[in-house]
């Protein structure tokens, strides 16, 4: 079934159950240090506060 669904195998999922059917679907874990991660990683960028002012408005959709 994994492999229909396209999932490997350290995939975690959760079944729900609705009326007459069952739907099933990949739980995305939330990482909260991800601004911290990227902070970390030597990206090739020249102003930080520019990009810091793209990716703000998107982060709180993240979490």
Not at 5 to 24: G, H, Q, W
Not at 25 to 38: L, N, V, Y
Request: net charge negative; charged share 35%; glycine share 0%.
């Amino acid at each position: 079934m994994r492999e229909a669904l396209c999932l490997n195998e350290s995939t975690a999922v959760y079944i729900e159950d609705r009326d007459d059917e069952l739907i099933i679907r990949p739980m995305h874990t939330k990482t909260p240090d991800a601004a911290k991660k990227i902070s970390k990683m030597d990206l090739p960028i020249n102003d930080w506060e520019t990009m810091e002012q793209e990716i703000e408005p998107n982060f709180d959709s993240l979490n």
